[in-house]
C-alpha cells in the first residue's frame, strides 16, 4: 500500500506563483510513476502532469505546458509541481497520484493511477 501526502497549496494572485509537494510512503519510489490530477468544482477530475518511474520523462496537458514542472527526488520519496505563471482557471484541487504498474508509457486516466492523496486546494484569484 502506498500512502501520498499533499502539501503546498493556497491562495495565489494570478501570474503568481506555488510549489505542491507529495510525499509518499510504502514503497520504493523509484518503481512509481507519479502523476498530478486536478479536479475543479462541478467538473471531472483531469490529468495535469506525469513524472515516469523510468527515465526521467515527463508529460504535460497543454493547457499547463510552459508554465508548470514535474520533478522528483527519489532519494525524498517525494514530487513536486512547480506551478507558475498561474491563472484564475488553474483554481481546482489538486491531487498526487500514483501508478505502480511499471508501465512502459506514461498515461494520463485517472484509472491507471492505483494511489491517491487527499489533495490540496489551490486559488488563484484574478
Known amino acids: 500500500q502506498v500512502q501520498l501526502v499533499e502539501s503546498g497549496g493556497g491562495l495565489v494572485q494570478a501570474g503568481g506563483s506555488l510549489r505542491l509537494s507529495c510525499a509518499a510512503s510504502?514503497?520504493?519510489?523509484?518503481?512509481?510513476?507519479m502523476g498530478w490530477f486536478r479536479q475543479a468544482p462541478g467538473k471531472e477530475r483531469e490529468f495535469v502532469a506525469a513524472?515516469?518511474?523510468?527515465?526521467?520523462?515527463?508529460y504535460y496537458t497543454d493547457s499547463v505546458k510552459g508554465r508548470f514542472t514535474i520533478s522528483r527526488d527519489n532519494a525524498k520519496n517525494t514530487v513536486y509541481l512547480q506551478m507558475n505563471s498561474l491563472k484564475p482557471e488553474d483554481t481546482a484541487v489538486y491531487y498526487c497520484?500514483?501508478?505502480?504498474?511499471?508501465?512502459?508509457?506514461?498515461?494520463?486516466?485517472?484509472?491507471?493511477?492505483?494511489?491517491w492523496g487527499q489533495g490540496t486546494q489551490v486559488t488563484v484569484s484574478s
Open positions: 497520484a500514483a501508478d505502480g504498474g511499471l508501465r512502459v508509457v506514461i498515461t494520463t486516466g485517472p484509472r491507471s493511477y492505483d494511489y
Open positions: 510504502g514503497r520504493t519510489f523509484s518503481t512509481l510513476t
Open positions: 513524472s515516469s518511474w523510468s527515465g526521467g520523462r515527463m
